[in-house]
């Protein structure tokens, strides 16, 4: 069994969180990077790090000394465009707690590690006090995203049912600890 620490981000885990989001961007989505989609991976330090009401955490997996896991939490809300106009207004920035780059690597999958990672990062939520709500969207082509997101929040926008599809997302919302 292996042992993994997570913890917020330091500058010297920056790396390794981009490699495990570039991997996922480009095998998970099949998208690759994309910069209007993806600016924050290439520079996790400036997106998450510095400002004090967002965080990185990582999954480091001890034995081998890498990460292998990452969860992002910021205060921007869904932007409209390209998220439906009723998802920005009901989820402003500032008030707005959004996950984002909850990911995992293959071979780390299925140990709890996202759950983990989830659950601190809405205990770092309900710590700040500035938060009313939590959001995220995924996007249910990737393997176990959906029923995980189901199993923690509720979907509150699937853009599947939209005339046409939309972007084909699932919105949601999760409580906040």
Wanted: charged residues 25%; hydrophobic residues 40%.
């Amino acid at each position: 069994m292996r042992d993994y620490l997570i913890r917020p981000a330091t500058p010297d885990d920056v790396e390794g969180a981009r490699a495990v989001m570039l991997d996922t961007v480009y095998r998970d989505f099949g998208t690759g990077y994309v910069p209007r989609w993806h600016g924050d991976i290439i520079d996790p330090a400036a997106a998450y790090l510095a400002p004090a009401r967002h965080t990185l955490l990582v999954a480091v997996d001890e034995a081998a000394g890498e990460v292998v896991a990452t969860a992002a939490l910021d205060a921007r809300g869904p932007a409209h465009p390209p998220n439906p106009r009723h998802l920005a207004e009901r989820y402003p920035s500032g008030e707005t707690a959004q996950l984002r780059r909850v990911y995992v690597r293959p071979g780390h999958r299925r140990r709890g590690l996202a759950r983990r990672l989830v659950g601190e990062l809405l205990a770092f939520a309900a710590a700040d006090g500035g938060y009313r709500s939590v959001y995220l969207h995924t996007d249910p082509a990737v393997p176990g995203a959906e029923p995980f997101w189901r199993s923690l929040g509720k979907a509150v926008h699937d853009e599947r049912q939209d005339p046409g599809g939309g972007q084909g997302i699932v919105h949601f919302e999760v409580p906040l600890v």
